[in-house]
């Protein structure tokens, strides 16, 4: 005789989650995350904005309905920067129209000491007691701790509530819009699209304030290594210039924003952005060289800085071309190569070689081959074996009369690097890709998202690196430019901006695949995610449209300079 066995069991009215140091928190299913959040919060920890939920990066609302892993993500995460940043955005642009409903704000670009420019057509400059205005209905909207809601609706719906506000270029991105619907946020009844998580409501938005620059104003917000207070703002007013140059660039183009750039794909139009781009760097390059040679009796070393993967190389190489086009004769002087032994070399926090470190250079050394080349000295130069980290002997070197010396390294802005050579016998040259090309007025595109993918490639061609493995070495790399780059960046006697216009549509083919292959469950996992879904508001196009000798070509590859040199402009002899 068979007998049915059955065991049924009650689902639990409770849910558990397991934090990531291991303390268990009980809740009632389909409690929201951040409830659970509010209790591990600790008084004196940095503000928790948002979490991961079992490998997924969630906003606070995200209900929980079983059992969950779970990592906050607060404001010292570059996730949680995002999120209290893009949140922070919203609040102005709400207070904006509830003050301001007949004017545009455009939110622009970033500032290195933690801020957004932002600013208003319809009001240039912007005045103090306009800007105290916003600032008090701002704060009133914090006081209030008013809910952002988050809602999704058809794409039907979002084309007519764009259109009925006037959002052109909220309806031109639509345009390209994969899916057929789309989220909208709303506070006091003002909807808006955000490309990414919010906090829940307004009282979470508790450090801000407005000021000031230029013909616009700033809004600032806490930096991720000291997230509960606003540091100073810096004076930048050459990264402002190389901004308002590129926005006039892209106003000359007809593309101030992605919507407009897919257009110009979709109506067979895309070579004349990518001509017309790549000659504003011809261009921007030979005024540069132009400088140089009309200076040519004082300066005797170019110094060239920035950060990882702004095209550094290829343009210290096309400068290199335009020098000779104006009579003068180059020499390219390799910073790699004055390291100091790696043993020598110095510590980070975590105990690892720090070679971004300025102390990582031999500066000693280079001081006095660098004036002893200007002299016209015959000195033998070092070669750095990276594989046994010592230094060798180099060629030997003399200078030709009026030759110039091409230094190109991190930390070529930073005036203790050279300081046996006078001030006025450089010029130092600031290269970054400063993107201002943004999704829509209220929709930023960080630089820095520009250079990760640039870097992807480039790892992946040149060092075998997986996406994956480039990911989890880039926060490194951004603390090692906030330390060494950034704070001289206003040193430079000219700003070279390297983006261009066009340049995502270029990387997204190649890009798109490299992070597929970053596995579901690891931390980079969820950058890679978060970059894809960034890259879907892109046409791609074919890469053979590229210039050979564009700086796009050091990331993606086939580049014509990636073998020149000038080494035949200077004395060599055999050591």
Known sequence: MNTEIRIEQKMREDVEIIMADGTVLCGPRHTQVGAFMRKYQQPDHPLIVGAIVNNELRELTYSISA??????V???????????????????????????PDWRLTIDHSVSSGAYYCHVPEQEPFNQALLDALIEQMQALVEEDAPLMKEKVSLAEARAFFSKHGQDDKLRLLNYRHGDDLVLYSLHGKRDYHHGYMVPSTGYLRWFDLQLVDLGFVIRFPRRHAPNELLPLTSYPQLLAAFRQYGGWLETLGIQSVGALNDTINDGRINEVILVSEALHTQQISRIANNIRKRKDEIHVILIAGPSSSGKTTFSKRLMIQLLTEGLSPFALEMDNYFVDRVDTPLNEEGEYDFEHLDAVNRELLNDHITRLIAGERVQLRHYNFKQGINEPGEKVQLDPGQIIILEGIHGLNPKLLENIPAEQSYRIYVSCLTQLNLDRHNRISTTDTRELRRILRDARDRGYTAQQTISHWEMVRRGEKNHIFPYQENADIMFNSALAYELTALKPLVEPLLRQVPYGSHEYIEAKRLLKFLQWFMPIETHMIPDDSILREFIGDSILTDFKVWQNANLYDY
């Open 67 to 72: 059992d969950a892993t779970v990592t906050p």
């Open 74 to 100: 607060d404001m010292t995460d570059s996730d949680g920067a995002r999120i209290y940043r893009r949140s922070l955005t919203f609040l102005l642009e709400v207070a904006f129209i509830e003050l301001f």
